[in-house]
């Protein structure tokens, strides 16, 4: 497979969130500020890689009957290694994420991504897949939390970009649950909108 | 058969293997993960108690060493008490709301700081800002109820539950502290 095509996949063509539809689990329930997004995305984005690329090494001697336990120990070891380096070193990140993190473990892109690519492909595409769909999770997490956190707080990044006014009294439902699912509803359409434009 | 025992012992292999990388990691940051718990605490007694230089850690129940069990005698420089801190905790609207609080000597409130909160954001969450905690200074035991329950602490607009829960678990944590001096006094 071309290694190129394989990299630039994961933002638009097969952007896990808006097209796979995948991890909508964290996707609805982090995003109410960027920088939670971007916390979650990266460290998905860490765990994907790491994931993908121990899958691609031992996808040769693992037996089919059990690949699929083994994968969860691998992803899973990442996730405890991810929750415990952020509860060290980035504790305020913890705090708002900490419920979050060992839920990656059941975050469907990754299981996704080792099944459907890592144990089809060797170790440099399955990095680059890695790279490509962390870093398009990445940025449709952070869509959704810029456009959440200025309707809903008036921030962005926690700098006011509103007027005071609006701040005081903002658009509430952006960042509820129900924003949520707005926002990543209006966006799949101008996606699916752009799409068959083309 | 045989095939099955190979396929348990490759699956034994992989944890096995996972388990030790993960115990040589916690070994590393168990102890990273504490310190930052720590200095946490530490500066929430401070921030509730700015005169005081040093808290002596006492705890209400013999040998628990549960935050919401111990307080801590606040003395200034003369080494003399100045007040008492607490940690308080009590189920909100979603969740448990912890908050320290700083009482002085007379046990009314010298500053609170909720800090462990999963409340609707920009309702129940505003209970963290300064603005919130700033309702209870100088507050005492027999004002420390939400206003429509009778007491002086008024509501944050759209988040009586929070407010209520704050109140009541500071109330609460007042009235429990006060048992256990008394306890003390007449044992020694």
Redesign the interface.
């Known amino acids: 497979m071309d290694n190129m095509k394989v990299l630039t996949n994961g933002f638009i063509k097969e952007n896990p969130v808006f097209i796979l539809v995948l991890g909508m689990c964290p996707t609805l329930a982090v995003t ?1 500020s960027v920088v939670n997004s971007l916390g979650m995305g990266l460290s998905t984005t860490f765990v994907l890689i790491c994931s993908n690329i121990i899958v691609a090494m031992i996808k040769g ?3 089919a ?2 690949r699929i ?2 994968f969860i ?2 992803i ?2 990442f996730v ?2 991810v929750d ?2 952020m ?3 980035m ?1 305020a990140l913890h705090k708002s994420l900490g419920l979050f993190i060992p839920l990656i473990v059941v975050n469907c892109v990754i299981l996704g991504r080792a099944e459907a690519f890592a144990s089809k492909n060797n170790v440099l595409s399955s990095t680059l897949d890695g790279i490509s769909m962390g870093l398009g999770f990445t940025l449709a997490l952070s869509l959704i939390g810029a456009i959440r956190e200025v309707l ?2 008036g921030t962005l990044l926690g700098f006011a970009v509103l007027p005071k006014a609006y701040i005081e009294s ?1 658009m ?1 439902v952006a ?2 649950a129900p924003g949520a699912f707005i926002t990543v509803g209006f966006l799949m359409a101008i996606i699916n909108m752009m799409k068959k434009e083309k | 058969m045989k095939y099955y025992i190979k396929l348990g012992l490759i699956l034994l292999a992989v944890c096995a293997l996972a388990t030790g990388i993960l115990a040589y990691l916690n070994s590393v940051t168990a102890p990273m993960i504490a310190e930052v718990k720590r200095v946490e605490a530490e500066n929430a007694r401070k921030e509730v108690m700015p005169d005081a230089t040093d808290f002596v850690k006492k705890t209400m129940v013999d040998s628990s060493e549960v935050d919401t069990d111990l307080y801590f005698i606040a003395v200034n420089e003369a080494k003399e008490p100045i007040g008492y801190i607490l940690t308080v905790a009590l189920n909100g609207y979603s969740g448990v709301v912890k908050t320290v609080v700083g009482l002085k000597n007379d046990f009314s409130i010298n500053k609170i700081k909720v800090i462990e909160q999963t409340e609707t954001p920009g309702l129940g969450a505003k209970a963290s800002t300064p603005a919130f905690a700033e309702k209870f200074v100088g507050m005492t035991l027999p004002q420390l109820m939400v206003k429509k329950d009778g007491g002086d602490i008024i509501s944050i607009t759209g988040a009586t539950i929070t407010t209520r829960t704050v109140t009541n678990s500071i109330n609460a944590g007042i009235k429990r502290l006060e048992e256990v001096l008394k306890v003390e006094v007449t044992n020694g």
Request: zero cysteines.
């Open positions: 109410s001697f693992t037996p009957k059990i336990p083994v120990v691998v899973a070891t405890t290694i415990m380096t509860g060290a070193f504790p809903g707080a903002p509430l960042i509820l």
